[in-house]
């Protein structure tokens, strides 16, 4: 497949022709591509990390979910956004990446009612940490990469359980798929206690799992 950038609408529409050029059709759009940031707000010097989490997490899916969706509706396929559980609750040392999250299932959510009736459903996943490279290749208060990963990977979930946890969603064109245990219970906790949440986030960070 063809390299392409995904924050810019062009070469996203030249990625999806490339893909339905070579298979004689699409399926599937799997939104995954990301970028991560953290530190806390107070102490950034370069907001334009802001911006550029945006064009990542939230505009790429937004272009190519643009050009795909004519050969999606063609095929009665399906849309996959690879949220986070970030995109469903703050994050502290995370603003701008929740930020983007919280845009990604608004973006799907709305177009998932816009599409009903049309054979293509939209499914959001929203892991819990996963051991990448996100961690180490996050921004930090200067806008760098911090080199190193905060996380304590040998507790988070792995690439291998979290794909295997999002291809069974995806067959079973589930609506939303979240990842961990603590949040399916902080979804409905957080009607009613949402201080508990923020602890719970709060904790989660500063111990790196």
């Known amino acids: ?9 062009e070469e996203c529409a030249r990625l999806v022709e490339a893909a339905v050029a070579r298979f004689g059709g699409l399926d599937v759009l799997v939104n995954n591509a990301g970028a991560g940031m953290i530190a806390r707000f107070e102490d950034i010097t370069d907001l334009s990390v802001f911006e550029q989490l ?7 899916c937004v272009y190519l979910t643009h050009h795909a969706l004519p050969h999606l ?3 009665g396929g399906q849309l ?14 995370r603003t701008g990446y929740a930020a983007s999250k919280h845009a ?5 959510d709305s177009l998932r009612i816009e599409l009903a009736g049309t054979g293509v459903d939209v499914t959001v996943l929203a ?3 996963v051991v990448s490279e ?16 905060p996380m304590q990977e040998t507790k988070i979930m792995t690439t291998e359980r979290c794909a ?3 291809v069974p969603a995806m067959e079973r064109r589930r609506r939303l798929l979240v990842m961990s245990l603590r949040g399916r219970v902080g979804r409905f906790v957080r009607l009613v206690a949402p201080g508990l949440i923020d602890g719970v986030a709060r904790r989660a960070v500063d111990r790196g799992r």
């Open 73 to 75: 509706k063609k095929s």
């Open 134 to 149: 996100i961690h180490e290749r996050a921004a930090g208060p200067d806008g760098r990469p911090l080199g190193k990963s």
């Open 127 to 129: 892991p819990d940490f």
């Open 80 to 93: 996959v956004a690879v949220a986070s559980l970030a995109g469903l609750t703050g994050v502290p040392t």
């Open 104 to 108: 990604v299932f608004g973006f799907y």
């Open 1 to 9: 497949m063809v390299p392409t950038d995904v924050t810019r609408p």
């Open 164 to 166: 295997a946890l999002m």
């Open 54 to 60: 945006m064009r990542v997490n939230y505009l790429s």
